[in-house]
């Protein structure tokens, strides 16, 4: 049949992105069953931040050498796949190079910077597969990254450097056919890193680079689709989600918390009985003890972490050894809401499956250890926040379990009774200042 390829191509594109379609359908579900949180104020500031966080990797930067490296592999994926659309529509019509005839001379210097990109994207993978797998740096070695989570940051790479080396070869492949003559194969003038790859298959004969460049063809665009449906499986589901997540950041001071109004009223009306509502009030629930009574903003951040440890890296509880790693934190909410959305998934409406992210994922001793510094926050290179996340299950652990160390239950006694985390009578504190008065 004539157009059997074309419709082969069209099943495997449509069934490719309809899986996408769907993996993202669940993943916004899941961010969803977060609490509300209205974060669209300042739309201009918004929009400075994806492009100086998102797309200009302005945190990347305090790190230069491994920012240009890694705006290697980032330009790579974003500019070279932009040569997926000729691909997609050369397979959809059967036409080849379809670009050529409307950019003229222009194509050439086009698929020229691809090539650098390319050959730039395959060596810089092998050097961050090094840093990894033989130097092993601290940050990437780690029991946070123990299993999957270490076999997926390599398995990309690999895909990585794998896609690269095809579009190479098929671009080598095609040249050397234009060069035979070959009247399917349109001359697009050299191209500079496949041009000296042209000698390894000068011997080889018009049907093996025929069936080499086809081959290198349909394993591009059948690799970047795959490619394409791991995202959602994959750290690097932070390609999409960097940008909504750079763009819905809290705009306020990394230093500031956010305050419960109903504690600042238990307060208040502590200090001023007379305000206190009268009769029963309303039951109150504080912190979060699972996902669903965290921030949607949080269960996003969760989504959008790249496991690049730069937040433990510079975490002091960490840096002393101590249990915590904000890395492990926002890992771990993630873990818990992916399984909710199994749940969801086979049940259609969550059942209650006797976990919950407080406890059966992250520990009394993890939250215990946070200084509340904000090191972490202020670190991430696309404005994920770990702080958040420990702030409101520490809530939850001392205001609605009770469970807080001697010394803080202390404290917590002496401000409710002595309105002051000291052991003195309200009437007692200023008798300091007497004894001032009397040496005077």
């Known amino acids: 049949m004539q157009f059997l390829p074309q419709i082969i191509f069209l099943a495997f594109t449509s069934i490719a992105i309809g899986l996408f379609s769907k993996n993202l359908i669940r993943i916004r579900r899941n961010i969803l069953l977060g609490k509300s949180e209205d974060l669209s104020d300042q739309p201009s500031q918004r929009w400075k931040n994806v492009l100086l966080l998102a797309l200009g990797q302005k945190k990347m930067f305090k790190n230069k050498l491994v920012a240009i490296m890694h705006l290697i592999i980032y330009l790579g994926f974003i ?8 691909i997609v529509m050369d397979g959809l019509l059967g036409t080849h190079r379809l670009f050529l005839g409307l950019l003229g001379n222009y194509y050439s210097y086009l698929i020229n910077f691809f090539e650098l990109l390319a050959i730039g994207v395959i060596l810089v993978c092998i050097i961050f597969y090094i840093r990894r797998n033989t ?98 499986y994959s750290k690097h589901l932070h390609i999409i989600l960097a940008f909504p997540n750079a ?126 510094c904000n090191a972490c926050v202020e670190e991430c290179p696309v404005s994920i926040n770990p702080l958040d996340i420990i702030l409101e299950l520490r809530r939850s652990l001392i205001m609605e379990d009770s469970n807080a160390p001697q010394e803080w239950n202390s404290m917590f006694s002496n401000i409710e009774n002595n309105f002051a985390p000291w052991k003195f009578s309200p009437e007692d504190r200023d008798k300091w200042a007497e004894e001032l008065n009397k040496e005077s």
């Not at 500019?79 to 000729?86: D, Q, S």
């Not at 081959?215 to 795959?226: A, E, N, P, Q, R």
């Open 79 to 86: 500019l070279i796949n932009l040569e997926v659309l000729e």
């Open 135 to 232: 130097i092993k740096l601290k940050r990437f070695v780690v029991k946070d990254l123990t299993g999957w989570p270490r076999s997926d940051a390599n398995y990309i790479l690999i895909a990585e450097i794998i896609l690269m080396s095809l579009f190479l070869i098929m671009n080598t492949t095609d040249r050397s056919l234009q060069l035979q003559g070959n009247e399917h194969y349109r001359d697009t003038g050299n191209f500079i890193i496949s041009g000296l790859l042209l000698p390894i298959f000068s011997e080889l004969s018009i049907n093996n680079l025929v069936a080499i460049e086809r081959v290198s063809w349909w394993m591009h665009i059948i690799g970047i689709l795959t490619f394409l449906n791991y995202l959602p």
């Open 247 to 372: 763009y819905y950041a809290r705009l306020y001071s990394n230093g500031k918390m956010d305050n419960m109004p109903q504690v600042q009223n238990e307060v208040k009306y502590m200090m001023e009985p007379a305000l206190a509502p009268t009769g029963e009030s309303p039951a109150m629930q504080f912190g979060a003890k699972d996902v669903f009574d965290l921030s949607w903003k949080n269960l996003l951040d969760a989504y959008s972490c790249t496991e690049c440890g730069r937040c433990s890296t510079v975490c002091p509880a960490n840096q002393t050894d101590k249990l915590l790693s904000p890395r492990k934190i926002i890992m771990d909410t993630r873990d818990r809401l992916q399984e909710v959305g199994k749940n969801i998934n086979i049940n259609k409406s969550f059942q209650q499956d006797g976990k919950s992210l407080l406890n059966d994922y992250i520990t009394v001793e993890e939250l215990r250890a946070c200084t509340t």
